[in-house]
């Protein structure tokens, strides 16, 4: 039996390889998990490293209806970083795919594998400004000024 669905969001990110071919790949692949539907991404946004290393980002936000546990929604998102070659050699190392459970319904969860909410999700304007887009009831007018000075532009690109 399953349990009720519950909506999540997830943050996308990628400064290896293309990385907006990885993004919009794994926006596809969000929509093919087990028990789960895509419901809407954000537009993509090109970003600099914040508190990371590397070439520019890619990033934005995906809401999904899941009827899957939050654990278990993390070890498949962990698979699909895992099948775009994602490696961690170092914290914030760059990477060919990033994505983060932001969001999991309202549950708070503090475990040593998952902390949800995501817990600098409202220091991070590649996380606020989509996350905005597709979810405008879950970031303030505030938030969003308080990460006005992080670069972020829409991305339009190939």
């Known amino acids: 039996m399953l349990r009720e669905p519950v909506t999540a969001y997830v943050g996308l990110g990628a400064n290896l390889g293309d990385p907006a071919a990885a993004v919009r790949q794994a926006l596809t692949d969000l929509g093919q998990l087990p028990h789960t539907r895509l419901l809407v991404a954000s537009d993509l946004y090109r970003t600099t490293p914040h508190e990371a290393e590397g070439p520019d980002f890619i990033n934005a936000v995906a809401a999904v209806q899941t009827h899957l546990s939050a654990p278990d929604l993390l070890v498949v998102l962990q698979g699909l970083e895992q099948a775009a070659g994602r490696e961690r050699p170092w914290h ?67």
């Not at 594998?113 to 991070?124: D, E, M, S």
Request: proline fraction near 13%.
């Open 92 to 158: 914030h190392a760059p990477r060919t795919l990033d994505l983060d459970l932001l969001f999991y319904g309202n549950a708070r969860i503090d475990s040593p594998a998952l902390t949800v909410p995501h817990p600098r999700w409202t220091q991070r304007a590649f996380v606020l400004v989509p996350l905005a887009q597709v979810a405008p009831q879950c970031v303030t007018p505030e938030q969003l000024s308080a990460v006005a000075t992080q670069p972020l532009v829409r991305w339009d690109g190939p």
